[in-house]
């Protein structure tokens, strides 16, 4: 059975909010998500938002799907293990961790646009994995691998993936994992929880 509402609050309102959010913007009005992605020049300009407002903003439906999937077996755990005012940490520092590795990498380009809760949720993971090095993840739903073998895969794929080519911004991907994993070692464990 899975972590309710009730005790993961913040997990869930994150869920409800960026999806709503996330159809809002590519189903009503597109003017919402260029409003609020990250963009290098935008940021430069002093436009400060656009580091946390992307978080709630998604490209298209297979893209708000696995990053609110992976939300979903997450979040709501590293909540009850971290407690709300942790997890809150956990969220935004990631997000600020991931966006802020974006800017340090890609300042030099003006039109550089990134969104997604990637880099947020990234951080989610790394910290469960810093919990819970022995619990097995699935990959694809199939392949048991120990969290801290995931995590450090994670962290070694998004390096190397940050070379190449294509539309998914590893850089927030890194920055968020990497952010998440440092405020996981530092954050107490909510009360009850064996660290």
Known sequence: MGIGPEAAPLAWTLLLVTTLASLYGLMVDQSFIRGGIFNVGAVRRGQ??????????HADLGHLLVNMLTLYFFGPAVEVIYGTGGF????????????????????????????????AVSGIVLAFCIYAPL???YLFFAIPVPAFLFGAGYIAYSSFAMGGKGRVAHEAHLGGAIG?????????TAPGLAG
Request: cysteine-free.
């Open 88 to 119: 809150a940490l956990l969220y935004l520092g990631s997000q600020l961790a991931a966006q802020g590795y974006t800017l340090s990498r890609k300042g030099s380009d003006p039109d550089y646009n990134a969104l997604g809760a990637s880099g």
């Open 48 to 57: 400060w938002h656009r580091m946390v407002t992307p978080a709630f903003l």
């Open 135 to 137: 619990a097995n993840l």
């Open 180 to 188: 998440g994993a440092i405020l996981a070692l530092l954050l107490p």
